[in-house]
């Protein structure tokens, strides 16, 4: 078990930082203390569970020292299985935030998306959830051991000295850098909503994991701000590439609610389960709220999520269309017919035109950088032995240095129906 801290060599006192969080949406602010969130605007104040927004004592937790243990009594069981009361927060990166709706075949929002590629996690120890009257946890700043070292307490000048060197409500935290996704869920019923959002959260995280292929221990989530804010990120070590997925494909929630039908058990009924069960959505990590998971609660969510569409916000899909419009290569005009029938047929458009790719020295017409697709427009001035020759070159760069398919469409040759490829996009 762990036992003390290592004490530095300018004393524990200059490891400690200031930070403020914000409890209405977890976000988290280091240094200055602020009074109002910098990413929702909300007053920063003690959140409903009397936890402090303002800490002064948040010490980053570094090397570790613990000792062995050869039995535990059953009170230290006890306490163990409640745990510690642990706040989790979250900060983007700079410049690399994406925000969507996902809209219901009506028009109806039904979830804001929010994705952060690297943005950094935090998890701040407050001390154990049974010690309601005190905040933080106890350390000797002199020895680092946690909590009171009555062993050490003698009577006379030991005594005074050992209690100016406890110092009382130290947090511990640790930090990560991972992609993160914040599920705002919106029109949601305020009659029983604790019990939607805690079904809702385990429904997204049985789903998701089922659809991308996850181990339980590659995606997290916690609720923020009392549900009203989903905080999933990608635990697994480089992560595993499938948050913004949900972003960028229009359909992504739509796979996400066939799969929460068929673990819910409404595509195949099961008598046995009522509320719910450990087929489903039961678990040992989630005992604490199987009272209140209730399945049939989010099945009208989910079915219109069958008809949903993601919409990327702050540009609609006609003005990404114009944009790249006005980068094609103005000497080819087959480039902008491939364009326009992509974005006839409702296809998902580009992310880039005419980007170089340093790796290979190779410059594609158009580029899909999450799917990794290269698409190369050859119009006649392609017909040349020469330049054939060239473009041979150039796309073996690309095959042998990089992960790309690339995607050749000749003006002579029936382009159109190779065009099918991006349909699952």
Known sequence: MVAKTKVPAGGIENEYKRVSVCFNCGYFHDGDFRDTCENCGAEIKPDTSNNVAKLTRVLPMETAIARRRERITCDEEE??????????????????????????ADGTPLFKLN??????????????????????????????????????????????????????????????????????????????????????????????????????????FEKLGDGKYLLFWEAAEGGAGVLSQLLEKPDAFVKIADAALDICHFQETKDSCVQACYECLLSYRNQFDHALINRHLIKPLVDELQKSIVQPEGISRDEQYQNLLKKTDPNSQFERIVLQEIYQRGYKLPDVTQELIPEANCKPDFLYKTDSIAVFCDGSIHDSPDKRKQDKIERDNLKYNTNYHILTLRHNEDWRSKLNILTGL
């Open 79 to 104: 306490r163990l299985k409640y745990g510690y009361n642990i706040t989790t927060h979250f900060r983007y990166a700079s410049q690399k935030r994406e925000s969507a709706i996902v809209q219901a």
């Open 115 to 220: 994705y952060g590629a690297t943005a950094t996690i935090w998890r701040i120890n407050r001390g154990l959830k049974k010690n309601t009257d005190e905040g933080g946890l106890k350390l000797d700043a002199k020895t680092g051991i946690w909590g009171e070292n009555k062993s050490q307490q003698n009577k006379g000048q030991q005594t005074k000295q050992l209690n100016d060197n406890l110092h009382a409500e130290v947090n511990l935290m640790v930090d990560d850098t991972c992609n993160i996704l914040v599920i705002e869920p919106l029109n949601v019923d305020t009659a029983n909503r604790e019990a939607f959002i805690a079904t809702l959260q385990y429904t997204l995280e049985t789903a998701i994991q089922a659809v991308y292929k996850l181990e339980a221990d590659e995606l997290d």
